[in-house]
């Protein structure tokens, strides 16, 4: 399954922030906790000129836990600065904002020497479409200043959003990049619904799922959707299954195999199967 997915808005938008580069001291760059590697956009040190960059786990909520220490280990040893936030409840997110002041010590301390005592430090919020940008801002800000919406793509626009300790935030639209060399990352990115389900053929999709599910996660979606031992089962036929068992069915009785995939997408996202990384570190 080759999915590739670069509409033009997102030229635009790399566009504006590399206009906008100079004017940033730090970079806060949000990545989905379930695909740590995936969602990592590799054009951003390009992107960002190399300014210093936290990377933030978002929504580690609806990851394995085990599997999320592997890869905080995994970027660590590369000098990499993470945070594991869930932007939902907000936990995690004073530990970014303590971040961002550590690593703009130098400037904040040459401020001072001029004479500019509180001169606000900013910050470049960025990261893939839907991996939580503008929860993630409303909850630091306090209060829903930033749109959020559960389309991928949703973010447009530039917009400076002042904090009160001393930071301001510039919020960018998520993008992706021009090619998924490898095409497990785009597999990935539609997995956790950062790839716009139009383009995408959500039954292949699903099935792609089940199988990794049934090799990682047995248990989970044979409690989720009654289906005792499928050991033995194709995808097609767990996905039937699942069908029949939440009773999806067409005119004439026959199994809604379509609406099937797609509640098993949704309730995979929205973490019903539990919490799910679908990355392992070094493979
Ligand atoms: P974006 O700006 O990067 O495009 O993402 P946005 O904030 O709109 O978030 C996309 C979806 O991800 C939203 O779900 C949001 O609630 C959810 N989300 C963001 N951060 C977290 C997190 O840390 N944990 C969990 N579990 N979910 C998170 P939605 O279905 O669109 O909306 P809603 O029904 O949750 O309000």
């Not at 590369?78 to 303590?98: C, D, F, P, R």
């Not at 040459?110 to 910050?123: D, E, F």
């Not at 069915?249 to 099937?260: F, P, T």
């Not at 309730?267 to 019903?272: C, S």
Request: charged share 30%; with cysteine.
């Amino acid at each position: 399954m080759n999915i590739q997915w670069y509409p033009g808005h997102m030229t635009k938008a790399k566009r504006m922030m590399q206009e906008n580069i100079k004017l940033v001291d730090v970079i806060i760059e949000l990545i989905d906790a379930r695909v740590p590697i995936s969602s990592q956009n590799p054009d951003m040190a390009n992107i960002t000129n190399n300014k210093p960059r936290i990377i933030v786990f978002n929504k580690v909520d609806l990851a394995d836990a085990d599997k999320t220490k592997e890869f905080v280990k995994w970027y660590e040893q590369q000098g990499v600065s993470v945070v594991l936030v869930n932007s939902k409840t907000g936990k995690g997110i004073n530990q970014v904002i303590n971040k961002a002041y550590e690593l703009c010590k130098e400037k904040i301390e040459r401020n001072k020497k001029r004479g500019l005592i509180n001169k606000p430090i900013r910050a470049m919020v960025a990261g893939i479409p839907n991996v939580g940008k503008s929860t993630f801002i409303n909850k630091l800000v306090g209060k829903a200043s930033a749109k959020t919406g559960n389309k991928p793509g949703v973010t447009k626009g530039k917009q400076w959003i002042k904090l009160k300790k001393d930071m301001e935030l510039l919020d960018t639209p998520g993008i992706l990049w021009p090619k998924f060399e490898d095409q497990q990352v785009g597999i990935n990115l539609a997995l956790i619904g950062s790839i716009k389900d139009e383009i995408l053929d959500v039954g292949e999709l699903s099935l792609i799922l089940i199988e990794y599910l049934k090799e990682n996660y047995y248990a989970r979606l044979a409690d989720r959707y009654n289906l005792e031992d499928y050991s033995e089962l194709e995808p097609i036929e767990v996905l039937e299954k699942i069908a029949k068992n939440r009773n999806l069915v067409k005119s004439g009785n026959e199994l809604d195999i379509n609406k099937a995939s797609i509640i098993l997408l949704d309730e995979y996202r929205n973490g019903k199967l539990g919490k799910i990384t679908i990355e392992t570190v070094g493979l």
